[in-house]
């Protein structure tokens, strides 16, 4: 079995550039909400040496004598054009499980070893030709070694956006010339301890031993070494463990769908599981984001596809604040009269939970406690019970036919550079003259 791990190149300037074809060869950068700081980069921004992270008012004064496009955060058109981007992907693979937002593994059984290459390469042409928007692709025996190939799709033309990882020749190769920092997996933390052991590529930790791996680590790293060794070992339903800048939990549902209700209870339990990995990894997110699509494959059937997005003024981790958001995004997105066959909910705009930026117009710090105490007296119950021992009124029952009452948030975001909702909004769709 080889797995293709599709990732979309500078997501959200990608995104912006589809529907600004001026601005491509130019620097552009993507900022975060309040467009407080830089979270995307065009490759030319890159190379000016626009860092990640860089406040937005420091631009100017850094670079005085450059001409920098910024865009704010416009996640209901990132959401929805990776939705449509990750719609070709499904259709192209025998089997595909959507990762982040803007990354996917696709399982390639069936498809012989001589022609992934040109498998890859063919996908790559044809989301460029129907969305304008580039994508990487790295093909390897496992989903690590995939990740790894698709950092070289990236970096090297000469891959022609997809790179291959199919012996131990050019296993060993992309390893010795991968930091132990920049594998799947490996958080800060244990790079330190890494280093501090001489391990300081893919390749010296590869070269170990298991034992040695175990005598220092968890279960986790030893599947990472398994998987740079080229055993397959990470199970689809345990990727999203890893830290990652945005979470998506999606799944097909067991029959098409019409009503709001039954919808609402499968949206409320992902939307859980996206908040239950937030708390895990000591994180909050800033956005929420529902995705709802028809059977593509139904070809009698009418079909329809939306995404809708919720901005949190506080970033949270509490699952009422999460389910209440999703809750939210699915009411706008649904449209009665469709048999609905997968939902997903999104979680964007990752940050620590150490550092909350509360908006003064909705901070409650007793609400804010009590959540957090609750939600820490769920964990606890659901870990020593087993998952979903408890869980919140949502996600258990429709009898209200999707009348419940939703949280209601206040967009008070500050978006001045915010491009148009192309692709979900009629009013900002483009005219052509």
Sequence with gaps: MYYALVDVDNCFVSCELAFRPDLRGKPVVVLSNNDGCVVARSNEAKAMGIKEGTPFYQLKDLFPQQEIHAFSSNY?????????LMNLVRNASPEFHRYSIDEGFCLLGGIPVERLKTWGEQLYLSILKGLGMPVSI???????????????????????????????????????????????G???????????????????????????VRSY?????????????????????DMEMVTKKSMCTSRSFPSMLSDLGEIRTHVANYASKCAAKLRQQHSVAAVVGVFVDT?????????????????????SNSSISIVGAAIQALQMAFRPG????RAGVM????????????????YQPEQYQKMKVLDKVMDHINKVNGKETIVLGAQQYTADKGKGKAAKFADAIKRDLKSPNYTTRWSDIIEAE
């Design 217 to 237: 680590f968890n279960i986790v790293a030893v599947r990472t070494w398994r998987e740079l060794n080229g055993m397959d070992s990470i199970p689809i339903d």
């Design 338 to 341: 469709y048999q609905y066959k």
């Design 347 to 362: 979680v964007m705009d990752i940050s620590p939970d150490s550092a909350v930026q509360t908006n003064f117009m909705d």
């Design 186 to 212: 490996i958080g800060r933390r244990w790079a330190r301890k890494l280093h501090e052991l001489n391990v300081h590529t893919a390749y010296d930790f590869a070269h170990h031993a298991e034992s040695w």
């Design 295 to 315: 059977n593509h494959f139904r070809e009698d059937l009418p079909q329809y596809g939306m995404f809708r997005t919720v901005v949190l003024p506080t970033p």
């Design 138 to 184: 790295g093909i390897a025996p496992t989903k690590t070694l995939a990740k790894v190939a698709s950092r070289y799709a990236k970096k090297y033309p000469g891959f022609k956006h997809c790179c291959l990882i199919d012996d131990d020749d050019k296993r060993e190769i992309a390893l010795k010339l991968l930091q132990i920092e920049d594998v799947w």
């Design 76 to 84: 209901e058109l990132y959401a929805d054009m990776t939705r449509r």
